[in-house]
């Protein structure tokens, strides 16, 4: 009797087990700000949607988007369903200008990153914000520095086809969108995953602050433990719409949150003898 008793627990146990192992895994949580306090982007709400959208596709990850800065904060919320940082596992921006963040907040959101070892990831205009907060610079690895070219057909040259979010994208290829050129920005902070090809755009441009030649489309570093994520690709809303373009933001939102790993390491350009600055 004992036997059998005892075998009807093991039996028991694979089972359960099996069940536990066939569950999905939970999914991640991702905060999606586009609160904007400067120049409105028509591509904004689309790139949001879109976000949000291959989150629910994949199976990987819920989306909360919001318009304002109230959720970026470890502390307790008035409203008591209301999420805060603590919830989630990256955040991401697509904003413009001095966001309505206090003190607490922005201590808050550089813990979130740096010591929690959560991830960020910054879509276009997301180095155009909180120029008066040198932190938030050092974390996104750079501010706008304008965009010399306006909105052209900018010749980029994937640098690190290897990094899960480049895997989509042609080595060379041309994409109809704003680049922007960044200031306090340096190679040896950031590994650098694509870049404009300097031979195929007009350095002659007066606003052209650079002398190195080197403009990156999106990088990649980390922030303490935790992992960034950026790129200037998403001005025009149709791009939002390339599969290469989604397959980037979908990726580097992966990277971010953990679930894939990349060699980050910092490293000259291509061909160049020391790091751009």
Known sequence: MRLVRLFSFLIIGVVFCGLLSSQPPKRKKLLAIGEVKGFQHDSVSHALAVIERLGQESGIYDTYIRTDSELLTKQKLKAGNAKNLNYFDAVLFYTTGELDMDAQQKADLLSFVHDDGKGFIGAHSAIDTF??????????????????????????????????????????????????????????????????????IDLKNPRVHRTDRDFAVAWAKNYGKGRVFYSTLGHVTENWDMPAVQHMYLEAIKWAMGLTQADITPRPTPGASGAGR
């Open 131 to 200: 120029y008066t907060w040198p932190e938030y610079g050092e974390m996104t690895g750079g501010y706008f520095d304008q965009h010399p070219w306006g909105t052209f057909d900018a010749p980029v040259i994937i640098e690190d086809p290897n990094f899960p979010a480049m895997k989509k994208f042609a080595r060379t290829f041309v994409i109809r969108d704003e680049i922007y050129q960044a200031k306090d920005w340096s190679r040896d902070k950031v590994r650098v995953l694509a870049r404009l090809d300097p031979d195929k």
